[in-house]
């Protein structure tokens, strides 16, 4: 039998969600959550430009715990929002119906961090009901936190982690330029993300906790902060014409600290035309490095939500993160059988 699929939001990263559900045999999608009014009570296949109807109605998401019960749904993908405190009510639906839960949230890759009291409240409902909940995507959840925590699986020493992530936010989505801030004033970016109108990335401080606790390292200090990056030229995207003094991208960081030593930094530069890499960078015995040419951050953070599902089915119930997983991998099949 497939497993049975609800997603729990069709923004950018949603729809591809969806997509590669429907793409996969060994999954069946039979829900689908909105809040948008105009995406609630269309068929999810009109909203995902197929050529053909899926026969699946968009269900508002005060309906959730119903439609999720009535349609058996055995994990939820869901992709809604950065911060916890404001999805936290969607997590409880999923709980109440007994369904594990797979999302995008940043601050849900390790909400101890920032939301101690809520997390608690989390893991037990979800003992309570033996369901698991997992936050995980490209960035936290892979490039800053569990890629080089696995590289230092060979290492007998770690001095110092330092990852680095480059971007060219010309090609991103329009969400993604927007919440970056790309063509404000200097003044104007500055007041935004202190609204919290622009957030650029959220879960600098998430990744660096991460790392150390994988580790077994009690850091003394975590700092984290974002910079806008000025244009010195014109530049143009899609989506925004940036004249010269205007802000071409965002260059932010995480760091944490042992004693006065920088131990772990985690760094991101999203800019207009800058060239796309990642780089992990481990002193200690012995030094390690790597370096890739970019990863495709939406189909990426898709991919990583997806072929999670086999490894959350099999996971220990209530509240993870990525490090309480069995290697995550691709699957190209699902195992039928448990080893004896």
């Given amino acids: 039998m497939p497993i049975r699929i609800a997603v729990y939001g069709l923004g950018s990263i949603g729809m591809l969600i969806a ?8 999954l069946q999608l039979v829900a689908a959550f909105e809040i948008d009014p105009s995406k609630v009570g269309k068929d999810l296949g009109e909203l995902l430009g197929l050529d053909e109807k899926l026969n699946l109605v968009v269900s508002n998401e005060s309906n959730a715990t119903e439609v999720l019960k009535k349609n058996d749904v055995d994990v939820v993908l869901h992709s809604t929002s950065s911060y916890l405190d404001k999805i936290y009510p969607q997590i409880v639906k999923s709980i109440e119906a ?7 949230s940043e601050t849900l890759v390790n909400p ?4 101690p009291k809520l997390a608690s409240e989390i893991d037990k409902r979800a003992r309570e009901r033996n369901v698991s909940i997992l936050g995980a995507g490209i960035n936290p959840g892979f490039i800053f936190d569990a890629l080089p925590i696995f590289m230092t699986l060979v290492c007998t020493k770690v001095n110092s982690i330092k ?3 480059s971007l060219d936010a010309a090609k991103r989505r329009y969400s993604f330029q927007k919440k970056y801030g790309l063509s404000l004033r200097i003044e104007e970016f500055k007041q935004k993300m202190e609204r919290g109108e622009i957030t650029a990335h959220v879960g600098y401080a998430e990744s660096v906790d991460l790392i150390a606790s994988a580790l077994g390292v009690k850091l003394t200090k975590i700092v984290e902060d974002q910079e806008p990056i000025v244009a010195k030229e014109h530049m143009k995207t899609q989506y925004f014409d940036i004249a010269p003094g205007r802000i071409s991208g965002v260059h932010g960081y995480g760091i944490g600290y ?3 030593k920088e131990f772990i930094k985690v ?10 890499f990642e780089e992990i960078a481990i002193e200690g015995a012995p030094t ?9 951050g939406d189909i990426a953070t898709a991919a990583v939500v997806v072929n999670l599902i086999p490894k959350v089915l099999e996971a220990k119930s209530g509240l993870l993160k990525i490090t309480d997983i069995l290697l995550p991998s691709a699957f190209l099949g699902l195992k039928r059988d448990k080893i004896s």
């Fill in 112 to 115: 101890w961090y920032r939301y």
């Fill in 258 to 260: 042992n004693e006065r």
């Fill in 19 to 26: 997509k590669n559900v429907i793409q996969r045999n060994e």
């Fill in 163 to 165: 990852v680095v992530r």
């Fill in 288 to 296: 390690v490095k790597w370096k890739s040419s970019g990863t495709a």
């Fill in 98 to 104: 007994g369904t594990d839960l797979i999302s995008t």
């Fill in 267 to 276: 760094e991101l530069f999203a800019e207009v035309g800058r060239e796309e």
